[in-house]
């Protein structure tokens, strides 16, 4: 499946004083470009949590290489690479225009309400492997 990716503009509110994208702000809109995607994959996390099962990033590696600033409009993507066992990775960037602002490797991993790791559950590999095709 090709890249998801959301629409977004940067309001005051999402920058510092010098009106630049404050760096953990970009962490927000990469989850909500994962949701949105996992979501038109027919996977529902709020389903998921309430059956005692979550999803939690344990790695996140990203570079910065030009700032977003208010008013810019942006495009934030989101790309599953891999599946495995217990873990989701995903592959992400946000971009002005064609200008890669923010690229990034995310790995969530699969818990259970008591914080133990557990293994992805099969439906959700399966509507991902649906779509993927």
Known sequence: MSDFSIEK????????????VYYSNYFKYMEEARTEYLSGLGIDVADYMAGGILFAVVHLEADYKSPARYGDKITV????????????HFTQEVKKADAVLVSAKVVLVCISDKMKARRVPEDLKEKYNARSK
């Open 77 to 88: 993507s989101a790309r599953i690479d891999e599946i495995g066992n217990a873990s989701i």
């Open 9 to 20: 503009k940067i309001y005051y509110h999402d920058t510092d004083t010098g009106g630049v």
